[in-house]
């Protein structure tokens, strides 16, 4: 399976605000959009549902974006690296048009899911998947889009799908 270019860093936050400030100051980044849902999260995390938000902000200049990721509630992946590590880089995204078959691929090199979600954004169903050999190696997340109508795109980041084809993006700067 050939994967296309990255379409997010994933950085795991204590404070939303206070992490976006500092990354626009270091970065230039003068942009900024939080992900709005129409769909709660239908989350699974080492196996077991989890009942949990998450606050997504996306920034950057280029192809490869900046995600900001807050969450509450039930413990998720976010929590355990926060406990083990502290803020700082989560994962690498790619964006797939057929996630079961990119995890399928994935498998085969011995990664395995750690966490997975579907929910809505304005007509659109999103799927994830985190994979990695364990939580404590490198993980990568592995995002699939699918339109209304069944157009399914893993052709442009995902900050891109969403804020051009659905608009369900409040910008935040």
Same mark, same amino acid.
């Given at each position: 399976m050939?994967?296309g270019?990255?379409?997010?860093?994933?950085?795991?936050?204590?404070?939303?605000?206070?992490?976006?400030?500092?990354y626009? %100051?270091?970065?230039?980044?003068?942009k900024?959009?939080e992900l709005t849902?129409?769909?709660?999260?239908?989350?699974?995390? %080492?196996g077991?549902?989890r009942d949990?938000?998450?606050?997504?902000?996306?920034?950057?200049?280029g192809?490869?974006?900046i995600?900001?990721?807050?969450t509450?509630?039930d413990?998720?992946?976010?929590t /355990?690296?926060l406990a %083990?590590?502290?803020e700082?880089i989560?994962?690498?995204?790619?964006n797939?048009?057929?996630?079961?078959?990119a995890?399928?691929?994935?498998a085969?090199?011995?990664?395995k899911v750690?966490?997975? /979600?579907?929910f809505?954004?304005?007509? /659109?169903?999103i %799927?994830?998947a985190?994979?990695?050999?364990?939580e404590d190696?490198?993980?990568?997340?592995l995002i699939e889009t699918?339109?209304?109508?069944?157009?399914?795109?893993?052709?442009?980041?995902f900050?891109?799908?969403?804020?051009?084809?659905t608009?369900?993006?409040?910008?935040?700067?």
């Amino acid at each position: 399976m050939k994967l296309g270019k990255i379409g997010h860093i994933g950085i795991v936050v204590r404070d939303l605000e206070k992490a976006k400030e500092e990354y626009s %100051r270091v970065f230039g980044i003068d942009k900024w959009y939080e992900l709005t849902y129409d769909s709660p999260l239908d989350m699974t995390y %080492r196996g077991e549902k989890r009942d949990c938000n998450v606050t997504l902000y996306f920034g950057g200049k280029g192809h490869t974006a900046i995600e900001l990721i807050y969450t509450e509630g039930d413990d998720n992946i976010y929590t /355990a690296f926060l406990a %083990r590590r502290g803020e700082g880089i989560h994962h690498i995204q790619y964006n797939v048009k057929d996630l079961d078959a990119a995890i399928a691929h994935f498998a085969e090199s011995g990664w395995k899911v750690l966490q997975s /979600a579907t929910f809505g954004s304005a007509g /659109a169903r999103i %799927r994830y998947a985190y994979v990695g050999k364990s939580e404590d190696d490198t993980v990568v997340e592995l995002i699939e889009t699918t339109l209304k109508g069944g157009i399914k795109k893993g052709d442009m980041p995902f900050e891109t799908q969403l804020a051009a084809l659905t608009g369900n993006y409040r910008k935040l700067k």
